[in-house]
């Protein structure tokens, strides 16, 4: 299984964007999906997860009631919603495939992973 994640770039403080990831197989129709993030000199770090079906979602708290995780089965994609974003927010995010049909702040819950998108938020 391939990802592929997009949507990245480079935003002001306050802006919006959102990431997409999409699978190269149906395989992950059935599995969780999440989102991580790591900036330079920092410990990749959970951001957001999804269930297999998109009803069931968790967030990290620094992340709560700005961001949004949803996923559309038909087109094997994953988003990432980001609004308000701030400075801190900067970092290559990752979108992955979990090992089950649920998500989990644990990488290692997940089984692939996809190659990052660059996300900057100037000041």
């Known amino acids: 299984v391939q990802l592929q994640a997009s949507g990245g770039g480079l935003v002001q403080a306050g802006g919006s964007l959102r990431l997409s990831c999409t699978a190269s197989k149906r395989t992950n129709s059935n599995n969780g999906m999440g989102w991580f993030r790591q900036s330079p000199g920092k410990e990749r770090e959970f951001v957001a997860a999804v269930d297999w079906r998109g009803g069931g979602t968790i967030y990290a708290d620094s992340v709560k009631g700005r961001f949004t995780i949803s996923r559309d089965n038909t087109r094997n994609t994953v988003y990432l919603q980001m609004n308000s974003l701030k400075p801190d927010d900067t970092a290559v995010y990752y979108c992955?495939?979990?090992?089950?049909?649920?998500?989990?702040?644990?990488?290692?819950?997940?089984?692939?992973w996809g190659r990052g998108t660059q996300v900057t938020v100037s000041s």
């Open positions: 992955a495939v979990s090992r089950s049909s649920v998500g989990s702040a644990s990488a290692e819950w997940y089984r692939y």
